[in-house]
């Protein structure tokens, strides 16, 4: 479904580059997680995925549309984006002028294929129905994630990215919401990329991945480990 071929990524001459040679290759619907030290290229790899970013060679195919060699062509990408796309940012990036149905609403507006229906489904299962007319600002941290899990999916797009998901959350919250993200992300059969520092959120993916010196290995995270972040 995805599939990453040989990337490779550098933002300077010198030294060896940040993404080097890195493969993957994915089924639809399944979660990965990517774990790594600070600097390692991870939100690099993401923006890559997603087309902000283009790799200087190497490929990446979503649903074997090539986002690399459209990477020219604005209109094509920005076409990928709106049919194949889901994003999940730390910070929510929610709009405060909308309450939290428009908020939701919003990707599927983009892309012209509101289903009213839809998004009332998602929104029950994230448990944030209620919450429908509730200006934005006045949501919790993690209602407003919720949402911004609902806006990422209501536009049924085949590849949700989520960049540290929980990073502006409180452990409890940070283990509901991380745990409706998986779920809804099953539920519909939507591949699902994380990037996090949580050991919690990571073993909670189908595959647990690391970025080590530009490529991604398995992850090794024990209950041991767990037990000690906790
Ligand atoms: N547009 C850019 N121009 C120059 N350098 C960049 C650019 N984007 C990222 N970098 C550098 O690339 C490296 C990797 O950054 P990236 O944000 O991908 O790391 P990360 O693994 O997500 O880190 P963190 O876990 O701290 O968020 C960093 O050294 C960063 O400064």
Not at 56 to 80: A, P, Q, R
Not at 132 to 150: D, K, M
């Amino acid at each position: 479904m995805l599939i990453i071929k040989e990337l490779k990524k550098s933002f300077s001459d010198a030294g060896t580059p940040l993404l080097n040679n890195l493969s993957l290759n994915t089924r639809k619907g399944e979660s990965i997680s990517i774990q790594g030290a600070s600097g390692c290229g991870k939100s690099t790899l993401l923006s890559l995925i997603a087309g902000f970013e283009k790799p200087d060679s190497g490929d990446i195919l979503v649903n074997n549309l090539s986002i690399v060699n459209s990477g020219s062509n604005l209109k094509k990408i920005d076409n990928f984006r709106k049919e194949n796309l889901g994003i999940v940012f730390q910070s929510f990036n929610l709009f405060d002028c909308f309450n939290a149905w428009d908020n939701i609403a919003f990707t599927a507006r983009l892309k012209g294929n509101v289903d009213k229906d839809y998004q009332l489904a998602l929104m029950k299962q994230l448990g944030i129905l209620s919450l429908a007319q509730h200006p934005i600002s006045s949501l919790s941290g993690g209602e407003q994630q919720r949402c911004a899990i609902a806006r990422a999916l209501v536009h049924r797009p085949a590849l949700v990215l989520a960049d540290e998901p929980t990073g502006n959350l409180d452990e409890a919250t940070s283990d509901t919401v991380s745990d409706l993200l998986f779920e809804t992300c099953r539920h519909t059969n939507t591949t699902l990329v994380v990037v996090t520092h949580s050991n919690e959120v990571a073993v909670k993916a189908d595959r647990a991945l690391q970025l080590h010196q530009g490529v991604l290995e398995r992850a090794n995270i024990d209950n041991a480990t767990l037990t000690t972040a906790r």
